[in-house]
């Protein structure tokens, strides 16, 4: 983390702020801010972490919400992060790493599938593949950067098909 020192925590309800102003430095646009906020409101968040510097300051956050499979009832088929957003001082120093891992970690309690909109470069460093590989679909058409991870063994059980992520995320 070249001397960086950041602790990982899960975010509070006091931190909503403080992560909406990081989500409007991080992108370019206020779309991941605006969606965001739609999907802590409506409860489609299912875990949140921050990362914070030495001040208490968050430079970092990573966010799990439900994706289901279009065909397979009500029941959530995976958690898909969204987003990850590194203050852009802070970016390639490891926290977004940190953050990453405590997301797959807390995930493995919940559910054998996790899924990502991201970089394919960034996100095979922690095992993620093509979710073409499982003939996985989304909604955005975003081919090889709709990646995902099965720690379910051997045996698939979430079928081939479109997974949809949360009414807020759907833009």
């Not at 802070?90 to 995930?107: D, F, I, K, R």
């Not at 590989?133 to 099965?150: K, L, M, R, T, V």
């Amino acid at each position: 983390m070249s001397g960086y020192c950041v602790c990982i925590r899960p975010a509070q309800p006091q931190d909503a702020g403080e992560i909406e102003e990081l989500l409007l430095s991080a992108f370019p646009t206020e779309e991941e801010a605006r969606c965001h906020a739609t999907a802590r409101r409506s409860g489609h968040v299912v875990s949140e972490f921050v990362a914070t510097n030495i001040q208490g300051a968050i430079v970092g956050m990573v966010a799990l919400g439900p994706v289901w499979h279009e065909r397979v009832g009500p029941e959530a088929a995976a958690l898909g992060i969204v987003p990850l957003a590194i203050d852009p001082s802070w970016q390639s120093q490891g926290v977004g790493t940190a953050l990453v891992w405590s997301a797959l970690n807390y995930a493995r309690t919940e559910t054998d599938l996790v899924v990502v909109l991201g970089e394919p470069g960034y996100y095979a460093r922690f095992g993620f593949q093509p979710a073409c590989h499982w003939q996985w679909e989304n909604q955005y058409q975003a081919g090889d950067a709709f990646q995902a991870i099965w720690r379910g063994g051997e045996e698939v059980t979430v079928p081939p098909g479109l997974l949809v992520y949360a009414p807020a995320w759907r833009v």
